[in-house]
């Protein structure tokens, strides 16, 4: 049974006591948090002269500018071409696992994970009625020929939900080859790979680990979560999809994403202006 959380302050709750460092969650330490920071960004949006359109509906796939920073940085950081187009913004790792939960499976249709795997994932799929079937993992990363032959014995999920780098709760990576193999697999039985990418940008010896969409290779069956979570702070409730224009599209088509007007329109012109700035970029080396 699940142990429940506690409430640890008005904004924040916990597994433990505070005389505990919990390392189970995925928490930054509050002396991290780039209150000041945000709050600059905030104000030079909000102050006199600000755009009132900052508090209007926007756009599905959040605003083209803000996309084109974000792909600058991500170039940068992750080492591999990247443009706005092949972007969408979330409200997060989470949002977006229920998005694509809706968007890419039917209730009663499988989806893989690995086995361990992120414990909260799971819940979000099970949620949507999609049963999971666990592939184990090994020093290497997820045991891809094992889930060849559950292939080859007739598995259809619809997706398989791997954490290809800092593997949550292992830390192993997925390795390259393996991550060939996989997206082979999702080309040849017609699934798609979510890689769940939080972590890209924090490597601590600043070589980033390969993205999973770097060997789709234009087959449009890889699409790569990320989030301002880990990098800036968990509040924002911000995150990205980042893939093919066709899956994309797919996602933007969801009704809520179209009745809402995107996700976090304000937070995302906030955090833009904090990448526009450089002070996320310094606030990430401050990380690693």
């Known amino acids: 049974m699940t ?6 302050g008005e904004l924040i709750q916990s597994h433990a006591g505070p005389e505990v460092i919990n390392l189970a969650l995925g928490q930054p330490s509050p002396r991290l948090l780039p209150l000041e920071r945000i709050a600059e960004a905030a104000a030079a949006r909000l102050g006199p002269g600000a755009d009132r359109l900052v508090l209007q509906y926007g756009v599905i796939e959040g605003p083209e500018s803000f996309r084109e920073a974000l792909a600058d940085l991500m170039r940068v950081r992750y080492r591999y071409p990247i443009t706005a187009s092949e972007l969408l913004v979330t ?15 039917r209730p009663g249709q499988p989806v893989v994970c690995s086995d361990p795997t992120y414990f909260l994932a799971a819940g979000i799929f099970e949620s949507q009625g999609l049963p999971i079937v666990g592939i184990p993992v090994d020093e290497h990363g997820l045991q891809v020929d094992v889930l060849e032959q559950r292939l080859a014995a007739g598995l259809r999920p619809a997706f398989v939900y791997c954490i290809p780098s800092f593997h949550n709760p292992t830390g192993v990576e997925l390795a390259p080859a393996r991550a060939r193999h996989l997206v082979a697999l999702a080309e040849r039985y017609d699934f798609l790979v979510i890689a769940d ?11 980033p680990p390969p993205c999973m969409v770097s060997y789709d290779e234009g087959r449009a069956r890889v699409l790569s979560l990320g989030s301002f979570s880990k990098i800036l702070a968990p509040g924002l409730r911000l995150g990205w999809l980042h893939g093919a224009a066709p899956l994309l599209e797919r996602f933007a088509a969801h009704g809520a ?4 007007g995107g996700l976090n329109p304000l937070v995302t012109s906030i955090v833009h202006g904090v990448i526009a700035s450089g002070e996320l970029d310094r606030h990430i080396d401050l990380l690693c």
């Open 91 to 105: 409200g997060g790792i989470s949002s977006a696992l229920s998005f694509v939960s809706q968007v890419f499976a």
């Open 3 to 8: 142990k429940p959380t506690v409430q640890m």
């Open 257 to 260: 994403l179209r009745s809402g």
């Open 197 to 207: 990418e939080p972590y890209v940008m924090l490597s601590a010896d600043g070589v």
